[in-house]
């Protein structure tokens, strides 16, 4: 168990009452209160003047960090939009060239189907050919000659 808390002493606990025994029951104000107060309002007057300059100190620098920041944002956002049209025109190009490709294969493969259909007309013209020449020779051959 924790020990008890120790009792304050009767010094400690009257220590407020000390700043009430100094005090001097006969004091009056003097001739100095009025000029305290002029030096008071002189002070007052500064301290509002110090607080408008400084305030006026800084609404100057948060305008000026918000245009150097409009800048800022104003070369990226040039930066980024030349980047992006560089890229828009590479890859505008790139279709370009892949669609010439594309339409020189097109050509070709027409021409190859052009080759192809005349070398089929050329083998049937050959295969009509020698089915004619077989059917004629088959009517020229007379059965008598192969028991010769």
């Not at 010094?11 to 029951?25: I, K, L, Y």
């Not at 960090?65 to 890859?91: A, G, I, T």
Request: hydrophobic share 30%; proline share 5%; aromatic share 4%.
């Amino acid at each position: 168990m924790a020990p008890r808390r120790k009792e304050p002493s009767p010094t400690e606990a009257d220590s407020g009452s000390e700043a009430d025994s100094n005090v001097d029951p006969q004091y009056t104000p003097s001739a100095s209160i009025p000029e305290a107060m002029k030096q008071i309002d002189t002070w007052k007057t500064k301290r509002t003047n110090l607080r408008k300059s400084t305030e006026e100190k800084f609404v100057e620098k948060l305008a000026s960090l918000r245009e150097r920041m409009q800048e800022s944002f104003e070369d990226e956002s040039q930066k980024m939009s030349d980047h992006n049209k560089e890229q828009l025109r590479k890859l505008v190009a790139a279709l370009n060239k892949r669609l010439e490709c594309e339409e020189k294969i097109s050509e070709r493969i027409d021409s190859l189907r052009d080759d192809c259909a005349h070398v089929a007309m050329l083998v049937d013209a050959v295969y009509a050919g020698r089915k004619e020449a077989a059917a004629q020779s088959a009517k020229a051959f007379k059965p008598n000659q192969l028991e010769n």
